[in-house]
């Protein structure tokens, strides 16, 4: 089996400058609005979050070729991951305690699409369908 090494790029550092970009325009609107308790508090943690998800999507994706199954089951389980966490965020900010409500919901629904594509990844007769019928 060969090991593909993989080397990064200026295109590569394009999210990371896009991530930055955001967090720099929030901080100035922020500024404009007197409202640097929020933007440390608030607004920087959830560009974190989010910047931080999408890179590793970014790499996990870009890196190791998968399928659309994969794919699709992957994003699912992040887009879940981000919610949870950006309502750690408004938690930890509006009342200085984490307590999970309809986050958990959202998680819940993500992970319950989640198995089922796993399953269908896992079973090839299943994978097979799902690739005839959705022509994957």
Known sequence: ATTEIYTLSLHDALPILDIAAVAL?????SV??????WYLGLAAPIILWG???????????RVYRRSAL???????GSIGVFVFGMEFFVDRWLHQLW????SLVVLTICI?????????????ALREEARRRFHL
């Open 25 to 29: 325009y929030v901080y100035l609107i």
């Open 32 to 37: 404009d609005l007197n409202g640097g308790d």
């Open 51 to 61: 910047g931080a998800i999408l890179l590793l999507l970014g790499l996990v994706l």
């Open 70 to 76: 994969t794919t699709l089951t992957i994003l699912i």
């Open 99 to 102: 307590s999970p409500s309809w």
């Open 112 to 124: 319950g699409m989640v198995i089922p594509l796993i399953i269908i990844r896992r079973v090839p």
